[in-house]
């Protein structure tokens, strides 16, 4: 057997081309190098739909909580408030982040369950005129919930307020075209829908506030604004830049391209999580969220009840039989997840089923219903 693909939101399972891309070495001053940056800004830039160069792109070493934080700190100004929403860990990862750099926030908390709404965003825009941007994430990857972008950025825009989106775990398959979503930036990152591997994230940002976003940032590494003002001057990264990372996202964009672009990814995307969630339902497993709210990119399940399960034990059983998935980190009931992008198909999402069946009979766990309490915690909390 080969090397284990990796359920989870990234890294995740590159092809054999993504890999192979990396064997090359690349002088980060080299002009060639530099072409290859500027092309991965223009490949980026047309997923995102800017066909009026009204926006830019700022590609920033380190992972993507690197990117976030750029964001954070090159577009929210001293005298900013900021509304996040928050519904899971990375959520909580934002107000953290705030704090760091003593921005002034408001929070709207939904727990681990439900999406924000947009009424509700748009109350708390009409009872605090101060808030000046909204943050949002695409994709709340520690619940596996996909929250409605398109909602709130019509309810943020109606009130004349910014916009700002963490689609580290969406962007490349979930639709973000800044033509039908208004937003000002958002961020992702290599190791996601793009099937890249880690090293950096990107920033997408409108022209106008990264230029006003000079003298924002709190860092020398973090600052969107200097980085985008160095690559235009130069076509350089101010900083020693992951070469073969971007040489292997490179290919993971063409590769991307051919097989049809975002809608073709999504596409994939989705039939892997409905074979995956159909397969689980049957041995007896519980999803987290209601379909509804159901992502393409990963999928929380809660732990079975049964007294002989054990999820370190049911991850090595897993991984022994080639799939390595993911702990949950919810902070109420216990669970686990399971990532629906990659280099994956619907074949390789039936052998996961297979696999996850096959562990439970051998750790002599013949019912994976969930504990009660789990599945009334989740009527009380999403009712």
Not at 141 to 151: A, D, Y
Not at 154 to 173: H, N, P, Q, T
Not at 367 to 372: G, K, M, R, T, V
Request: hydrophobic letters at 40%.
């Amino acid at each position: 057997m080969g090397e284990p693909y990796l359920l989870t939101p990234g890294p995740l399972t590159t092809s054999l081309e993504v890999k192979q891309a990396m064997l090359k070495d690349w002088g980060s001053w080299d002009g060639d190098f530099r072409a290859m940056t500027a092309s991965l800004c223009e490949k980026l830039l047309a997923i995102a739909g800017d066909d009026g160069g009204d926006f830019d792109c700022v590609p920033m070493q380190g992972s993507g909580t690197f990117a976030v934080e750029a964001m954070l700190g090159s577009f929210l100004g001293p005298d900013s408030k900021t509304l996040v929403l928050v519904n899971g860990a990375y959520g909580k990862r934002i107000v953290e982040t705030l704090n760091y750099l003593g921005r002034n926030h408001a929070i709207i908390d939904k727990g681990d369950y439900m999406p924000p709404r947009g009424d509700e965003v748009a109350a708390a825009l009409a009872d605090d005129p101060a808030i000046t941007h909204v943050v949002l994430v695409h994709c709340e990857t520690s619940s596996g919930i996909l929250n409605p972008v398109g909602e709130i950025a019509e309810v943020v825009d109606a009130a004349g307020r910014k916009l700002l989106i963490d689609s580290m775990s969406a962007f490349g398959a979930l639709p973000l075209k800044v033509g039908e979503i208004k937003y000002e930036a958002m961020v992702s990152s290599a190791n996601k829908c793009i099937e890249g591997v880690p090293g950096f994230g990107f920033i997408i940002a409108r022209k106008s506030e990264l230029e006003a976003a000079k003298g924002n940032c709190h860092s020398l590494s973090l600052d969107a604004h200097a980085q985008w003002v160095n690559f235009k001057k130069t076509g350089q990264w101010r900083f020693t830049p992951p070469t073969h990372t971007v040489a292997a996202f490179m290919k993971a964009l063409e590769m991307h391209e051919e097989e049809g672009g975002a809608p073709a990814r999504l596409a994939r995307y989705e039939r892997n999580r409905d074979v995956m969630v159909a397969g689980m339902r049957e041995l007896g497993f519980e999803t987290l969220l209601k379909d509804r709210w159901l992502s393409p990119i990963i999928v929380t399940f809660f732990n079975p009840d049964h007294p002989n399960f054990s999820f370190p034990r049911f991850y090595d059983l897993m991984k022994a039989r080639g799939f390595i998935i993911y702990p949950g980190k919810l902070t109420v009931v216990d669970s686990f997840r399971v990532g629906c992008i990659g280099r994956l198909d619907e074949q390789v999402m039936r052998n996961v089923v297979t696999a996850a069946r096959e562990s439970l009979e051998e750790m002599n766990v013949d019912s994976a219903s969930p504990p009660e309490s789990a599945l009334k915690e989740r009527a009380r909390l999403a009712a």
